[in-house]
């Protein structure tokens, strides 16, 4: 059938059966008409729907008049409609019309986008990447601008589902939803990190953040669960200095300054050698898009190698700010993207993020921290599923005595968002290089 058949068929319909405007209305926008005069008629039922208005074509005649008088003169009104509704006897298959023009358009718009990017293949010196990075972006835009999709469901769907998530995390020896962080008290009181939720954790600099990170990151890592880690400041050689030092037994001050003995190598080696069997994935880049990001993250997901992504961290992954822009609304859509990359890709999302200064001056309170000391804390406050702040009482308290002889390496972790969950303050210990942590008690939480 043809498109334009398709379109006049589509709108005699609504004339005939305004409750299917409903739904078109949710599928369809005047630009996706073929025929720009279809459009306009579209455009001018729509609007007077919106305002509560019943459209018939007397009243869509006179709003096409009131919106565009040269345009409705050229195109003779809309008398040609109302010989066409005799024509059209299954009005209730107006929705299938929408349907079959939204197509029609969509396979144009990608049609348009492949044209121009294989213009651009053909040109001298053309960066794949970033064609392939744009074509991404393009065709992520055009499916989230145009997708059809019923978000309302009968609560008692919506309880059978969940019925059945249950059943099959209790089919399964570990629980295929949640992952342990390995940090007793912040498992104890969150549950771990789990899939299709984004956990924050934010700091001062030199808190140890990117370390718990990494700390809970190789946790998973060790229980077979695999690990997407995407740096935006440390580098390979950094990384691997962090773990060399917490879990090789080498001097922290030898890897950096130099003097690393024969044995420090053999340690290195070892503990190299051990990793090659551990799920754990490193990428290092300077900058790098939303997009990029996406489609690193989704390669893996349908892989089956992804089950939780670190970023590290959030500043350094949003984009500049344009004109127009406040860096609170870049930084809202970037939490929101991760968001939905975590559902999308079904891995849990553990986002580090820098903190204010507020919490500075809050003395008379013990310098306890609030979500707000997140920088641009507005939009993570919302998006984030669990917010968690770390907190070294060393750095604010004169007196330590009251957490004992270890307060010197005492680090609190402040549960102040758990949107499924208890909020509390979970406790552990750090060594002097902030490269490994013990839970209280000494127990170390790694598992052979």
Do not use: W
């Not at 907190?391 to 549960?415: C, I, Q």
């Amino acid at each position: 059938m043809e498109k334009n058949v398709i379109e006049r068929a589509l709108l005699c319909s609504l004339f005939l059966d305004q409750v299917a405007i409903l739904e078109v209305v949710g599928l369809l926008r005047p630009e996706m008409f073929s025929d720009p005069d279809h459009g306009f008629i579209y455009e001018a039922f729509t609007d007077l729907f919106n305002r509560n208005k019943r459209p018939d074509l007397i009243l869509v005649e006179e709003e096409m008049k009131k919106k565009d008088p040269e345009r409705y003169l050229k195109m003779g009104g809309i008398a040609y409609l109302s010989d066409g509704m005799e024509t059209v006897r299954l009005e209730y298959n107006a929705v299938e019309y929408a349907r079959e023009i939204l197509r029609h358009y969509l396979l144009a718009c990608m049609h348009k986008l492949f044209v121009q990017k294989a213009s651009e293949c053909l040109q001298y010196g053309t960066d794949y990447q970033k064609v392939i990075e744009d074509c991404e972006r393009d065709l992520l835009r055009l499916r989230m601008d145009n997708s059809e999709s019923d978000s309302l469901q009968p609560l008692s769907e919506v309880m059978k589902q969940s019925i059945d998530i249950h059943l099959d995390r209790m089919s399964h020896k570990d629980d295929p939803v949640r992952m342990l962080t390995g940090i007793s008290g912040l498992d104890g009181l969150t549950g771990g990190l789990y899939r299709k939720e984004v956990l924050v954790l934010g700091g001062l600099p030199s808190d140890g953040k990117t370390a718990l990170a990494m700390f809970m990151a190789m946790n998973l890592a060790c229980k077979g669960k695999h690990v997407l880690h995407f740096s935006f400041e440390m580098t390979g050689d950094q990384t691997a200095a962090r773990f060399f030092a917490g879990y090789a037994d080498v001097e922290a001050a030898r890897l950096r300054i130099g003097g690393l003995r024969e044995e420090d190598i053999d340690r290195m080696k070892r503990y190299a050698s051990g990793m090659e069997r551990m799920p754990y994935y490193f990428a290092n880049v300077s900058s790098m898009s939303l997009e990029a990001l996406r489609a690193e993250v989704m390669l893996r997901s349908r892989k089956g190698e992804c089950d939780a992504v670190v970023i590290d961290y959030l500043h350094t992954l949003a984009p500049p700010t344009k004109k127009g822009e406040t860096q609170e609304s870049v930084i809202r859509n970037t939490i929101t993207a991760l968001k939905r990359i975590a559902v999308e890709a079904n891995c849990a999302m553990l986002v580090v993020s820098q903190l204010n200064r507020e919490v500075l001056k809050r003395a008379e309170n013990g310098f306890v921290p609030m979500m707000s000391d997140l920088r641009d804390s507005g939009a993570i406050e919302f998006v984030a599923d669990c917010v968690v702040i770390i907190n070294r009482p060393e750095r604010f308290e004169k007196n330590l005595d009251k957490y004992g002889e270890n307060a010197s390496h005492l680090v609190k972790l402040y549960v102040l968002k758990n949107r499924n969950g208890s909020t509390g303050i979970a406790e552990l210990y750090r060594n002097d290089t902030y490269t490994s942590f013990v839970n209280p008690g000494g127990n170390l939480h790694f598992e052979d």
